[in-house]
């Protein structure tokens, strides 16, 4: 399996070129914990004026930011890096 | 002065013929700046339902002109200055527009105005449109409308002169994102663009007060839903020219001591 070596060896230069940057690493982690913070806070705004948004209670909208939060996590790990440096690569006319 | 106002006209012209080239950009732009809005107009509309028609004071009529008029006044005192100063110090084409016979604030004020003047009519009739979907009830009281005119004004320069200084720490930092997030987070929820801040708890309600972000949105948005007695308008005019004052010291701080920093990293 050439694909599957191809995405192995893709994956340790990422995580290379992401250990290169460790204050980069704690800044995103921040911006991720303000990410988290800013969702909680509106949440907490809107339920202290009523006890279910929708039929939905606050633990379960809870529970739905911190799902959509991971698959974004996937979303960023596994495709957004790609998808931005294609974009790049086309702009600079690189692929040729 | 003639001088000055000859290189506004000659940025704003050249600013029109660089956006009328990116015009998918400028609709996936407003479309970005009405969906925060109205995901919120939602949530509200939602709550009100569901609490008998009223929350904090604000029927569903009331929320739905809330929302559609942040969007206007948050499209006029919107800034995008903190995402562009980190490419220019990091590319290094700051050097050309120091080389200017002018300070280049004034660029970047006669750039803003110009894409304003295509944008906000588009916001307009997008806001006018939802209103047809959202049915907001309208009051309108002329002495405040008359007062919001130079509220919006003033909230457009002292946000303006805000984000610009804080632009200036790409001067310092190429990693400017982290202080940007923090300061839309303080923006978002300070300013009223998560809800009227009178739903918020008391204690974020005096933050809100001591700091410049109320100034830049909420206060001309309530004057012009008509919210605001005469003495809270005086109040609100005070506390704009007072951070507007801080605004310019700032501006004229940073830049200063940037500037030096820039030139000695030899860009």
Redesign the interface.
């Known amino acids: 399996m050439s694909a599957l070596r191809l995405v192995w060896t893709f994956f340790k230069v990422g995580v290379m070129g992401e250990a290169a940057y460790r204050?980069?690493f704690v800044?995103q982690l921040?911006?991720s914990l303000?990410?988290l913070?800013?969702a909680l806070?509106?949440l907490a705004?809107?339920f202290?004026?009523?006890d279910?948004?929708?039929g939905w209670r606050a633990d379960e909208v809870v529970a739905l930011v911190g799902v959509y939060i991971l698959v974004g996590g996937v979303i960023g790990v596994v495709i957004q890096p790609s998808m931005e440096a294609l974009i790049d690569v086309l702009a600079r006319d690189e692929l040729r | 002065m003639n001088g000055l106002a000859g290189v506004y006209r000659q940025q704003m012209k050249t600013s029109f013929a660089a956006m009328l080239q990116y015009r998918a950009a400028l609709v996936i732009w407003l479309i970005s700046q009405v969906l925060d809005p109205v995901i919120y107009l939602i949530v509200w509309t939602t709550v009100t339902a569901a609490s008998g028609g009223e929350v904090g004071g604000y029927s569903r009529g009331d929320f739905a002109a809330y929302f559609l008029a942040l969007m206007l006044v948050n499209n006029i005192t919107y800034s995008w200055i903190m995402h562009e100063y980190e490419y220019r110090v990091r590319e290094g084409t700051l050097s050309a527009a120091l080389l200017r016979p002018v300070h280049p604030i004034h660029a970047d004020i006669a750039d803003n105005l110009s894409s304003k003047m295509i944008s906000t009519p588009m916001m307009l009739v997008l806001a006018i449109s939802l209103g047809f979907i959202f049915r907001p009830e309208i009051r309108l009281v002329p002495w405040a409308l008359a007062a919001f005119v130079p509220a919006v004004a003033l909230a457009f320069v002292l946000r303006f002169l805000i984000e610009w200084t804080l632009a200036l720490a790409a001067f310092w930092t190429t990693r400017v994102s982290a202080l940007n997030q923090t300061y839309y987070v303080a923006l978002l929820f300070l300013s009223g663009q998560v809800a009227p801040l009178s739903l918020f708890p008391g204690f974020v309600q005096a933050i809100g007060l001591a700091l410049p972000f109320r100034w830049m949105i909420a206060f001309p948005l309530d004057l012009l839903l008509g919210n605001l007695t005469v003495g809270e308008t005086l109040v609100g005019f005070g506390a704009q020219m007072a951070w507007i004052g801080v605004g310019l010291v700032l501006v004229r701080v940073a830049w200063r001591a940037g500037v030096r920093q820039y030139s000695a990293v030899g860009a």
Do not use: D
Request: proline share 0%; no cysteine; aromatic share 10%.
């Open positions: 204050v980069n800044i921040f911006q303000l990410g913070v800013t806070g509106g705004v809107v202290t004026y009523t279910t948004l929708g």
